[in-house]
């Protein structure tokens, strides 16, 4: 889970409740009192080390960039590593001078000593030394099966503290050991059977000491008989659960990559609470692991032939074009040719991407070039539809060969995903009541720029359109072989 910070020096940051790298074992069971309790183990929800670090010079109020202090020892935390959320979510980061803690969102790591935030750093935020903390907190499921019968007894659960009381849960992460955080955490015990009726959990705040090492205290009592060989193993009766205690800070001299490992112990009390069954576990701390990887803005555009006798535009082709050529071949003068070519885009890009298109000039007699609107016999020219409307970018009706030339019309394939600017079949403005709809390609030679023809506002994955040529010529045009070329651009948006 993540918690925001207020403006006060205990509040906790961020706690992230996901199982992501640790060790969560049982340990290297010691025998203590009569006997030892058996399966035991301590599981972490997040096995990821909370953050105690400092910010190093070179702080400017109104920046997002973040410097830390990344000399060993002077602090629990000296790499920016060590902020990478478990959850998968930005980490939040809690900086301030003891007075005063303000809440950051971090929204890219740079380097071991800087990182960036999102809002930019508040005056009082960047001076050497103040404090930088990003609390995780976990869920410890305690299992463990009962040794010896014991009336009216309790489990007690005693995870490591630091010795200072108040600085044991202050809601601040603590270097080598877990703070009970400033609203106290839960246990929650087994629910009742036979042997064991149990009452509400407890939680008590660095209350046992054992040798020189403090423990947090969390305890289920119970009345009733007990039994030998009870499991709590969270499936045949349920596990202890102790939630919200904050983890550790690095351990003074960590590894990065190694675990800090921790001793829990679990120890099973009589009716005057002494320990009369104890076992200890360990555990392992340790940073989450940064995978980053990056993805290159990508677009493919590929235009292939189409074969004669396909209906492309809601006719038959006549022709069969290629990648490179459209090959009308011998024009008539009482029907229409049809061709057609495919053109397909994928992109990444997360704003999509445009097709345009535009023809170096009209047909020309042997490629000549045609000047302005030609309409000479040594230039087929760019139809004008049966309302005399078409144009390089207005769209008419062209289904009577009354009307010569040379045009395009576009017939979307693919059905959802991408949007043509018109269709063959559109049937409202000048294309009304007609059978096909086209227009005339933009001309460079007459300076018009290129038209879009087709889009998408977002990632595409094989988007796929049928560009369709007609002509159809008068008969004055001059006999020879015509051509141009028709150019086109897609782009994405990244």
Not at 66 to 77: A, K, R
Request: net charge negative.
């Amino acid at each position: 889970m993540r918690e925001s910070f207020s403006k006060t020096t205990t509040k906790k940051i961020v706690t992230a409740a996901f199982v992501f790298v640790g060790i969560a074992m049982a340990g290297a069971y010691q025998k203590s009192q009569s006997a030892s309790l058996t399966n035991v183990s301590v599981t972490l929800s997040n096995s990821q080390l909370s953050f105690s670090g400092a910010l190093a010079a070179g702080n400017t109020v109104g920046s997002s960039q973040v410097i830390i202090d990344t000399t060993t020892g002077d602090w629990p935390s000296t790499t920016s590593a060590q902020l990478v959320s478990a959850d998968g979510t930005d980490d939040d980061v809690g900086i301030g001078n003891g007075s005063t803690i303000s809440t950051y969102s971090i929204t890219s790591i740079d380097s071991a000593s800087t990182f960036n935030v999102t809002p930019v750093l508040a005056s009082g935020d960047t001076e050497a030394g103040d404090i930088v903390i990003a609390t995780r907190s976990a869920t410890q499921t305690v299992r463990f099966t009962t040794a010896n019968a014991i009336a009216n007894g309790a489990i007690r659960i005693l995870v490591p503290s630091v010795s200072n009381d108040a600085d044991s849960q202050d809601g601040l992460p603590d270097a080598g050991n877990f703070d009970f955080s400033n609203s106290a955490p839960t246990v929650t015990c087994p629910t009742d059977l036979t042997g064991y009726d149990f009452v509400a959990g407890t939680a008590s705040a660095s209350a046992i000491t054992i040798g020189s090492q403090d423990y947090h205290a969390f305890e289920c009592r119970y009345s009733g008989a007990g039994a030998i060989g009870t499991p709590f193993d969270g499936t045949t009766n349920d596990a202890i659960v102790i939630n919200d205690l904050i983890n550790p800070a690095p351990k003074v001299a960590h590894t990065t990559g190694l675990a800090d490992t921790y001793r829990i112990i679990v120890q099973h009390l009589n009716s005057s609470y002494s320990a009369q069954d104890s076992t200890t576990a360990s555990i392992g701390v340790v940073e989450a692991v940064r995978v980053t990887a990056s993805v290159a803005p990508q677009i493919t555009f590929q235009i292939s032939g189409i074969a004669s006798g396909i209906t492309a535009c809601g006719v038959t082709t006549d022709v069969t074009t290629t990648a490179a050529g459209v090959p009308l071949g011998e024009l008539s003068i009482s029907a229409f040719t049809d061709a057609a070519q495919a053109l397909a885009v994928s992109t990444n890009a997360t704003n999509g991407y445009a097709v345009t298109v535009r023809a170096n000039d009209q047909l020309g007699r042997n490629a000549a070039v045609c000047t302005g609107d030609n309409t000479g016999a040594d230039c087929i020219p760019d139809s004008t539809g049966n309302n005399a409307a078409m144009s390089h970018t207005a769209s008419d009706r062209w289904d009577s060969t009354t009307f010569k030339g040379f045009g395009f019309s576009l017939d979307n394939v693919n059905a959802t995903g991408l949007t043509p600017v018109f269709e063959y079949d559109t049937t409202s403005g000048n294309c009304s009541g007609g059978t096909y709809c086209a227009r005339q390609f933009a001309d460079s030679e007459d300076s018009q720029a290129a038209q879009q023809i087709f889009s998408s506002t977002t990632v595409a994955s094989d988007h796929n359109l049928y560009v369709c040529y007609r002509a159809i010529i008068s008969a004055t045009q001059a006999a020879g072989d015509y051509e141009n070329h028709v150019i086109y651009t897609a782009t994405a948006t990244f």
